[in-house]
């Protein structure tokens, strides 16, 4: 498919429109999930640690699966995949609410509601960067917003519907919600050229000589004749069994009457397309070596491993809170009639807060992003440790909000990524990271889950959690140090500072 050039504007808005709608509608309950959890705890009584498999599944495997989203977006389209998704996000939350035991919803809405909500995320963002150039980075950021609002408004929708219509009510209205994304996707129309014909299909009286190599023995190519002439008589015999004996016969002298130079020329085009599969083979299978060498090559970067160890301890220990904060404050004995708002919508809120205000932080050149991000990891670990001191609303809702505003640092990490490794590796290097990212993402919640159903209070679990984020940024703080960079500068031309802030948020 040929692409034009991205408009900038237009038909664009409507993308970032749809996909801000589309990240919402299909973000909301996945991210909300702790409202769920309590319900399910109830319903089931299963432990903290087996029931928070549910919610961080959904929100881990999309991350997990990146590599075969963007593969699916890439080969069928973003609206196509968009319009998949809506129905796997849908079908997945409304046969959530028939799920008759814990291990029913790690399917239902674990992975066919995560690997939703990772397919639409992939289209959204795929399709809005094919409409944007100049002004990428704005429609990014707008359509990012999507999740975060969705995370404040479900939280506070679901424990409504729940009291309203019950846990399966509630599932089967937020599954019919969730089919509006199909709208939204019907509207993310493909950005092509018309005026360019579309590219050519490889035929094989088109292969260059260059894959004519190998010179096959005359055996191997009377064996593909055979093949094929054998071929040819069993699909006639399949086709139209009465006719069979006569079709063969038939057949026989019609290769028999062949002459040499038509023989000739049929045994050439056997072995060209032999051998450019062969040279085809062979050369994805040198894609495949590079790709790991690169790979190799990455985790020489002192920086990108202590980036990649940082972003799976932050993941394992700073997401449980949105999906666990509920159950802390009931774990706590804190009244319902003490809620002014859900906290879990207190760290949606707050997210969003935090996507803006930390992005512009990084757009000026006097702020060095890599140890913004550093701050923001060793802040988290603070406000974790913080956490089993607790006891009342209003000190849980404080620290909700500084967590949820922490979390944004989610804006800034592309910015991270790029200064580490370079614009030319950003893609290969982030698809690392959000892969182990999505690991910690499964993983977190669980892990605090089972702390509690150990010990039987939340405290341990938090020390953990809090103990992990630490860690992550006191590694990547004594990576980024100047003094690990100073052998590494007599060995390369540019010294690892040299990407500017302007061409990282271009990226």
């Known amino acids: ?20 709608f589309t990240q919402f509608l299909c973000y909301g309950s996945p991210l909300a999930v702790g ?46 995949v968009a319009i998949f998704s809506g129905f796997m996000v849908a079908g997945g939350l409304m046969m959530s609410s028939f799920a008759p035991n814990i291990y029913f919803l790690y399917v239902s809405y674990g992975i066919v509601v995560g690997l939703g909500c990772g397919l639409l995320y992939t289209a959204t963002v795929t399709i809005t960067c094919q409409y944007f150039d100049k002004h990428r980075g704005l429609a990014l950021g707008l359509i990012s917003t999507g999740s975060s609002v969705g995370l404040f408004i479900y939280a506070a929708l679901q424990r409504e519907l729940i009291e309203l219509y019950g846990l399966d009510g509630c599932l089967l209205i937020v599954g019919a919600l969730s089919l509006n994304i199909l709208a939204c996707g019907s509207l993310m129309r493909p950005l092509e050229s018309s005026s360019s014909p579309p590219p050519e299909k490889m035929c094989v009286d088109k292969v260059p000589e260059q894959y004519f190599v190998y010179h096959e023995k005359e055996k191997t190519v009377e064996e593909n004749i055979s093949i094929l002439e054998k071929g040819y008589i069993d699909e006639k015999c399949v086709n139209n069994v009465p006719d069979c004996k006569q079709d063969s016969i038939l057949n026989k002298n019609v290769l028999s009457s062949i002459n040499i130079n038509e023989k000739d020329t049929y045994k050439k085009k056997v072995v060209e397309q032999t051998n450019f599969c062969k040279q085809l083979a062979k050369r994805k299978w040198q894609l495949y070596l590079t790709y790991w060498k690169e790979t190799m090559v990455l985790f020489k970067n002192k920086v990108f491993s202590a980036l990649f160890v ?101 804006s ?27 690991l910690g993402n499964s993983l977190g ?28 940024g006191f590694l990547l703080l004594l990576a980024a140090l100047p003094c690990w960079n100073a052998c590494t500068n007599q060995s390369s031309k540019l010294p690892p500072n040299t990407y500017s802030y302007k061409v990282a948020s271009n990226a």
């Open 1 to 20: 498919m040929v692409f034009g050039k991205p408009p900038d504007g237009g038909w664009g808005w409507v993308i970032v429109a749809v996909s801000f």
């Open 310 to 410: 940082a972003i799976l301890l932050f993941d394992i220990g700073g997401f449980p809170p949105s999906l666990l904060m509920e159950d802390v404050a009931r774990s706590a004995n804190i009244s319902e009639d003490d809620y002014y708002m859900p906290l879990i919508s207190i760290i949606g809120i707050m997210t969003t807060v935090g996507k803006l205000i930390l992005g512009i932080l990084a757009d000026f050149k006097w702020v060095n992003t890599l140890y913004l991000y550093v701050t923001t990891l060793l802040m988290t670990g603070v406000a974790l440790f913080a956490i089993p001191f607790a006891k009342s609303y209003l000190t849980l809702a404080m620290l909700s909000g500084i967590l949820g505003f922490l979390t944004g640092n989610w």
């Open 35 to 80: 409202v769920l959890y309590l319900e399910w705890l109830d319903a089931f009584g299963e432990g903290k640690g087996k029931t928070a498999w549910v919610g961080s599944l959904a929100n881990g495997i999309g991350l997990l699966a990146s590599p075969v989203c963007s593969i699916c977006v890439s080969s069928f389209g973003a609206r196509p």
């Open 445 to 472: 919640p669980p892990i605090v889950g089972w702390f509690y159903d150990w010990t039987q209070e939340y405290d341990t679990a938090f020390y953990f959690s809090g103990f992990c984020v630490l860690l992550g």
């Open 412 to 438: 800034i990490f592309p910015y991270v990524t790029t200064k580490t490794v370079g614009i030319e590796k950003l893609t290969h290097a982030y698809g690392i990271l959000m892969f182990f990212a999505g």
